[in-house]
């Protein structure tokens, strides 16, 4: 049942079998096991994917309650030692966190606590936790209303950049509008209005043109070094540059509202869960910087 559970939840005999440690074959075996057992489909297979039969859902969900449960036993046993032991599997904002000083708290976690089977997956996607693998995820942005519980790490200073190739012959902003005229570099993973902060607390919103959209922080930032346009990154991504002038900040007037780091979690997991344990650690860690 349990391997049952981890193929669902990968997707694949093939992705279980990775994340169990064993062999595809043998993962098949036991789920044909477990159906001959029950004496029905539990898995609808095709080349390509898997799908759940009304009972194979059925089972499923038990099969979760078992895992949980096992695991929670487990957890209550190793959070009796000194070091924990488990796997944790972690979605991480790439853009941010697999970069200096961010990565460090990551890197600490894992010299701490060496038992733990850490897996960390670096992206600028945002990745579902419900029906994923993942146990966790580290998310940079604006949090919406979710079935997720979070806990705020920091807030990530934004500057607004352009390369002087972009600039040559352009006035620098006079006021905020100016902004909407020129051609912005877009993050497709953040809204296309870009909401600004005056020094005195004013908050205008603007619609920029859109000149190309990527899906990557690192590209972002290329782009704008090429002479693309405008775009809005993480200030200690482009500190170098700013003091080399190969990019300019703009409106000094007016900085960028500073979108937050979380890390979320399912609102099921156990209080003594090593998930917990994690967010506790990155919480406190970070808190302190």
């Known amino acids: 049942m349990a391997i049952f559970r981890q193929v669902v939840r990968d997707g694949s005999f093939r992705a279980a079998a990775r994340s169990l440690g064993l062999s595809p074959s043998v993962v098949s075996h036991h789920v044909s096991q477990l159906e001959k057992q029950v004496g029905t ?15 194979g859902a059925e089972l499923f969900a038990a099969s979760q309650k078992m895992v949980e449960a096992a695991e929670h036993g487990l957890e209550a046993i190793h959070r009796r030692s000194d070091q924990p032991a488990g796997r944790l599997k972690v979605a991480v904002s790439g853009a941010v966190f697999e970069n200096p000083p961010y990565i460090d708290h990551l890197i600490v976690f894992a010299k701490r606590f060496p038992k733990v089977d850490l897996a960390l997956s670096f992206s600028d996607q ?17 949090l919406e209303n979710s079935q997720y519980k979070a806990r705020k790490l920091c807030e990530i200073d934004r500057v607004l950049i352009a390369a002087p190739a972009y600039l040559a012959g352009k006035a620098l902003p006079a006021k905020i509008d100016d902004l909407a005229e020129w051609d912005w570099i877009k993050l497709a993973q953040v809204p296309v209005n ?16 859109i000149a190309i959209e990527v899906d990557s922080v690192a590209a972002l930032c290329q782009m704008a070094k090429a002479g693309i346009g405008i775009a ?9 540059e700013l003091r080399d002038g190969s990019l300019i900040a703009l409106s000094p ?37």
Request: charged fraction near 25%.
């Open 126 to 142: 945002k990745i579902e936790l419900i029906g994923s693998a993942f146990d966790a995820a580290i998310r940079i942005g604006w």
């Open 232 to 240: 809005s990154v993480p200030r200690f991504l482009v500190q170098s």
């Open 253 to 289: 007037e007016w900085d960028l509202l500073s979108p937050g780091a979380y890390v979320v979690w399912p609102n099921n997991v156990s209080s003594d869960s090593l998930t917990l344990r994690f967010v506790r650690f990155m919480s406190e860690r970070m808190s302190k910087r």
């Open 41 to 55: 489909a539990l898995l609808y297979r095709s080349t390509r994917k898997i799908s759940l039969t009304d009972d």
């Open 194 to 209: 870009r909401q600004l902060i005056s020094k005195s607390g004013e908050m205008p919103s603007i619609s920029p043109n």
